[in-house]
């Protein structure tokens, strides 16, 4: 059932691990739009799981199949007509819950809406760089799901209109440094095995090299990373970095099968 200001009725999808310092930002922003919040975690030894049910009972416990099958699970719970799909790491702002708002008091011709990033990291908003992007989040639940990926999920839609929200959607990616090169390193791996898998050749290191120049690139220069300073710049390195590391990896595990081949 919807709420009395609203024609739609809104579902909430969280996944979460060990974000007792991060989810109560993100529920407390949500509980104002949502119908229903639903919080699936994959076996949290923090406090995760009991602050989320001060927001929720629709709280699982369940094991790590990786974020597509996982936020596939959390939105076949769902119930609204419209899901809000968000991370643990991210809030909506005040401005951006009320465009939701006026979303789902009205009949939009849109299936789906990017909500564009304000990353926050190393105590400073970014507002370029990789700010510049906006992920899909917001869409009709019918016929929707999720790609079946490790990592990099996306959302799969019916033909349909995409529109773009103008709030901002904060994420709070990393907490510390030392949580950024985990971070980094964690989504290199699972690219290189992704890529690997879907059988991509990748060119080589010589290909790595000039991914991370290109990535450096695009984040610095094309989408403007140098407007946020010096943690623009840091940013920018280290988004070049993680696509370096994720070709590299490509190419060891290609190497690694030629090489047991050529043993055989």
Known sequence: MSKPEQKHSLSVTVIAQDEADRIPTCLSSVEPVADEIIV???GSTDKTVEIAKRFTRQVHETDWPGYGPQKQRALEMAKGEWV?????????TPELQEEIRRVLRR???EIAFRLPWAVT?????LDYGRSARAPLRLFRRQGARFSNDQVHEK??????????LNGRLLHY?????GHYLNKNAKYAWLGAQKRYQAGKKGQGLAGAVFRAFWVFIQIYFIRRGFMDGRVGFL???????GAFNKYAGLWTLRRE????KNRN
């Open 40 to 42: 699936l975690d994959s």
């Open 84 to 92: 809000l799909s968000i991370d643990a790491d991210e809030a909506l």
């Open 107 to 109: 009949d939009p011709p």
């Open 121 to 125: 990291t190393f105590g400073k908003r």
């Open 155 to 164: 959302v799969i839609l019916p033909p349909g209109k995409i529109g773009r």
């Open 173 to 177: 990616t990393h907490r510390d440094f």
């Open 235 to 241: 940013v920018a390195v280290l988004y070049s970095q």
């Open 257 to 260: 099968k030629r090489m047991g």
